[in-house]
């Protein structure tokens, strides 16, 4: 099973709201990443953890808030988001960190839309 | 630091025909892996082909294949026997070595036509 699975697929919510996304993979994968794709551009790496540790943080606000409470989970809390964090949420997963040729599997991501 | 160039916004090709999309990249890295990945419209990323830096020999994966010019910093992707399906956004990525980041291309939308 090379899957894997984000919720939800799509979110809406107010500038004081907070809320998660979830990302799960059950391919046994050590690293696991976030990534923020907006419309028409190239996705943008925003944490990784490997072996459950937060490994890299691409600078990224302090309104996102990550989490991994297992090796097959992923959360990305968020809470006090502005209209610019709107864009498509991606998670991926890998094999192992930084492994050679490993691909990243992606999910098919959450869409945000912060009003 | 590194970074990936995709000159071609858009690319279109006829259905059966091949199209070649351009990538170079800029890095002092000797040892790295680069990466084509494709995204359909409303559909998940997914992994086209990979190249290790250190192989000489170009990789191929069915209709797909790439040519790798290490001195160039150029890994342009062919497809051929193009097929609606692989209508998509394309995007090139590059990984240094023993670390967790893909940098991507700015990315090429490839539309086939009937």
């Known amino acids: 099973d090379t899957e894997v699975t984000q919720t939800p697929k799509h979110l809406v919510m107010g500038m004081t709201n907070k809320k998660s996304l979830k990302c799960e993979q059950h391919m046994g994968h050590r690293a696991m990443y976030w990534y923020k794709q907006k419309a028409k551009k190239p996705p943008e790496l925003m944490f990784v953890?490997?072996?459950?540790?937060?490994?890299i943080n691409e600078s990224v606000p302090s309104r996102f808030s990550p989490e991994c409470p297992n090796s097959s989970l992923l959360n990305l809390h968020l809470h006090a988001l502005q209209p610019e964090d709107s864009a498509l949420y991606l998670c991926?997963?890998?094999?192992?960190?930084?492994?050679?040729?490993?691909?990243?599997?992606f999910g098919p991501g959450t869409r945000l839309t912060v009003t | 630091a590194q970074t990936v160039t995709q000159s071609q916004p858009e690319m279109s090709v006829q259905e059966a025909e091949t199209v070649t999309l351009s990538c170079t990249y800029d890095?002092?890295?000797?040892?790295?892996?680069l990466f084509w990945y494709k995204q359909p419209p409303s559909r998940q990323m997914i992994l086209v082909i990979r190249?290790?830096?250190?192989?000489?020999q170009n990789a191929t994966e069915n209709r797909f294949s790439v040519n790798f010019q290490k001195a160039a910093k150029s890994f342009s992707l062919k497809i051929s026997d193009s097929q609606l399906g692989d209508t998509a956004m394309y995007f090139c990525?590059?990984?240094?070595?023993?670390?967790?980041?893909?940098?991507f291309g700015t990315g090429t939308r490839l539309q086939v036509f009937p």
């Open positions: 190249q290790e830096a250190y192989k000489q």
């Open positions: 953890y490997s072996y459950e540790k937060l490994s």
């Open positions: 991926a997963s890998s094999q192992v960190p930084s492994g050679g040729t490993y691909e990243q599997y």
């Open positions: 990525a590059f990984r240094r070595y023993n670390t967790d980041k893909l940098i």
């Open positions: 890095t002092s890295e000797s040892n790295y892996y």
